[in-house]
C-alpha cells in the first residue's frame, strides 16, 4: 500500500515560521505537491517538488529530499489566514495518479 | 477561466434513489479525477480519466459509475447507496504534463445518504 505521513496538528503564533513534514512510501514516485484546505473549502495548490532542493513561492517554500523519501512545507511570516489543513500529495507516475497524505491542521494563534 | 464548477453543492438521496454529480472545466485539461472526502481526512482517490478515458480506478464499488462525455465534463452516477457513502465528493482537473501538474479543485458535493 502505499502511505503518506504528516504530524497531525501543528500550532504556531502569529508572524512566526512553521515546518510540515511529509514522509512517503509509495510504488511510483513522480513528484511532491502541498495543497491547502481551509474548513468548508476545496483544496488549493501551493507548490510541487520533483527534483531534490527548495522551491519558494513568496511566505511558502517546499523542500524534497528523493533519497530519504522526505518533504516538508515551510511557512513564514504567519498570518491567522494561514489557519487551515495542509496536505503532502505524492503523483505516482505519468498516469496523472495524485494520492494524498494524513494532513496536518494548523492553528495560528495571536 | 481556472475554475472547476461543481452541482449540485447539496445532496440529500435514499439509499434506494438515483442521482448524477456533475463537474465542469474549461481550461482544456486532460485530466480528470473524483475524490471522496470524509470529515477530519484527506481527499481518497475514486477515478482518474485521461484523455476521456478511464484510466484509475481505486476499487470503487460498481454503485459509483463515472462517466466522462466530454473534455469539459465529468459526471458520477451513483445508485443504492449507504449511509457510509455520505462524504465531500471533489472534482479535480489537471493539465498533467510536465511541471503542470497543479490540480484544481471544485468545492465539492456535500452527500447525505439517508
Known amino acids: 500500500g502505499q502511505s503518506l505521513e504528516q504530524p497531525s496538528e501543528v500550532t504556531a503564533v502569529e508572524g512566526a515560521i512553521v515546518q510540515i513534514n511529509c514522509t512517503y512510501q509509495?510504488?511510483?514516485?513522480?513528484?511532491l505537491s502541498w495543497y491547502q484546505q481551509h474548513d468548508g473549502g476545496a483544496p488549493t495548490f501551493l507548490s510541487y517538488?520533483?527534483?531534490?532542493g527548495l522551491e519558494e513561492t513568496g511566505r511558502f517554500s517546499s523542500f524534497l529530499s528523493r533519497s530519504d523519501s522526505y518533504g516538508y512545507l515551510l511557512l513564514q511570516e504567519l498570518q491567522m489566514k494561514d489557519s487551515a489543513s495542509y496536505f503532502c500529495?505524492?503523483?505516482?507516475?505519468?498516469?496523472?495518479?495524485?494520492?494524498f497524505g494524513s494532513g496536518t491542521r494548523l492553528l495560528v494563534r495571536p | 477561466d481556472t475554475e472547476v464548477t461543481q452541482t449540485p453543492k447539496h445532496l440529500v438521496m435514499g439509499m434506494t434513489n438515483k442521482k448524477s454529480l456533475k463537474c465542469e472545466q474549461h481550461?482544456?485539461?486532460?485530466?480528470m479525477y473524483w475524490y471522496k472526502q470524509k470529515a477530519k481526512k484527506p481527499p481518497e482517490l475514486m477515478f482518474v480519466?485521461?484523455?476521456?478515458?478511464?484510466?484509475i480506478n481505486e476499487s470503487v464499488p460498481s454503485r459509483f459509475s463515472p462517466e466522462c462525455p466530454n473534455s469539459s465534463l465529468l459526471n458520477l452516477h451513483l445508485h443504492a447507496l449507504q449511509p457510509e457513502d455520505s462524504a465531500l465528493y471533489l472534482c479535480?482537473?489537471?493539465?498533467?504534463?510536465?511541471?503542470?501538474?497543479?490540480?484544481?479543485f471544485g468545492q465539492g458535493t456535500r452527500l447525505t445518504v439517508v
Open positions: 509509495t510504488s511510483g514516485f513522480y513528484g
Open positions: 517538488n520533483a527534483l531534490d
Open positions: 480519466y485521461s484523455y476521456e478515458k478511464l484510466s
Open positions: 481550461m482544456g485539461h486532460r485530466a
Open positions: 500529495a505524492v503523483r505516482m507516475d505519468s498516469s496523472y495518479k495524485l494520492i
Open positions: 479535480a482537473s489537471s493539465q498533467g504534463q510536465g511541471r503542470n501538474t497543479e490540480a484544481f
